[in-house]
């Protein structure tokens, strides 16, 4: 699971280039107040110009990402996240 109030140009998604932004019109936060469950090895990444979680994230033997800033990069190998920056 990828929760983003940044934005994803469709380009960059079609070619594997997952570079997020901010949008200046758009100063929105993502915001967990339940419960979010990944599957074995999954991910949960929730990042935007704010974060907040009083809820509840599992992520058995996956990777948890709660990350607040102006632009975003994650890269991937296979299933797996091999980085993560805030640019």
């Given at each position: 699971l ?10 960059d998604?079609?070619n594997?280039?997952y570079?997020f932004?901010k949008?200046?019109?758009f100063?929105g ?13 999954g991910?949960?990444?929730l990042?935007g110009g704010?974060?907040?979680?009083s809820?509840?994230i ?5 990777q948890v990402?709660?990350a607040a800033g ?6 991937f ?10 640019d």
């Open positions: 990828i929760a983003s109030t940044s934005n994803l140009t469709d380009s998604f079609l594997h280039d570079h932004s949008d200046p019109q100063n936060a993502v915001v967990n107040q339940g419960t979010i469950i990944a599957a074995n090895h991910l949960v990444a990042i704010a974060v907040s979680n809820g509840m599992e992520a058995s033997m996956g990402v709660l102006d632009s975003f990069t994650m890269t190998a296979g299933n797996d996240l091999v980085s993560f920056a805030v």
